[in-house]
């Protein structure tokens, strides 16, 4: 991403805030998958291509992989977006429902009533993505659906929390003049140092005054529930489409404040 910025004229302060920790101890997760392997769900929703291959090593470390993916074969799965489709094509499997773009939790939703498929008495589980996802699961049951959901993985700070300090001490200062958003949980994760750092409130007031972009809907919904505005958003949700519309519209931003 930072080689993108710099094809675009711009000069990049990359700063890692997030990585992903496996469940070592999650017996909710291996609860979730015995009753999948049992044959008690009637859906299985999967959100991320990284969750599904956390959920295939918790099935590894069981000694049931296998069976997972003998399960998996005969339900009908219902994905998010292309990530878990190229996942799925690896390990054989086709979905029977995928979101279209921008691939949110909505498009799925969407696409499960465009095929017609009625919820109503039937078990869904949903493989998480890092921290459960309550709106999702409330819009399942409004559909009469039982939620399963099946924790695999969670998010961490970095080991390394220097460069994401140095990020946030930098646009508190008004040294940035964009501000790109790749995720959701980046968001909360760049506001919970910036709170550790005592630069709540010079980050944000910073942060509302310049541009800031986000890679699409649910990382846009991260920053506003924030209290951050959302001045664009990248569409198709790439980070080539959001680099170059970021800096197209500084540029134009700037243009405009020219006498």
């Not at 109503?120 to 998480?128: H, K, L, N, P, Y």
Request: net charge negative; charged share 20%; hydrophobic share 45%.
């Amino acid at each position: 991403m930072g080689d993108m910025i710099r094809r675009f004229g711009g000069q990049p302060m990359v700063a890692p805030s997030m990585k992903e920790l496996p469940i070592d101890d999650n017996p909710e997760g291996v609860a979730a998958l015995n009753r999948l392997l049992s044959g008690e769900l009637d859906f299985l929703i999967l959100l991320t291509g990284v969750g599904i291959e956390a959920m295939l090593q918790l099935a590894e470390s069981q000694n049931v992989q296998d069976q997972l993916l003998q399960a998996m074969s005969r339900l009908p799965l219902l994905t998010r977006g292309p990530k878990p489709d190229a996942v799925l094509q690896r390990l054989g499997l086709k979905p029977a429902v995928r979101a279209a773009a921008p691939n949110t939790s909505d498009d799925l939703l969407e696409a499960i009533s465009i095929e017609g498929i009625t919820l109503r008495g039937t078990t869904v589980g949903v493989q998480e993505y890092g921290q459960p996802n309550p709106e999702l699961y409330a819009a399942l049951e409004e559909r009469g659906a039982s939620v399963v959901p099946i924790p695999v993985y969670r998010w961490a700070l970095p080991d390394n929390t220097e460069p994401l300090k140095r990020a946030i001490r930098s646009v508190a200062a008004g040294d940035v003049d964009v501000l790109l958003f790749t995720s959701a949980q980046q968001v909360r994760h760049v506001l919970q140092v910036a709170d550790r750092l005592s630069l709540s409130g010079q980050f944000r007031e910073r942060a509302s005054a310049i541009l800031t972009a986000s890679i699409g809907p649910t990382c846009s919904d991260a920053i506003r529930d924030a209290g951050l505005p959302v001045h664009l958003e990248a569409m198709p949700p790439k980070m080539g489409v959001l680099v170059r519309a970021a800096l197209l519209a500084f540029r134009d931003r700037c243009d405009g404040d020219s006498p």
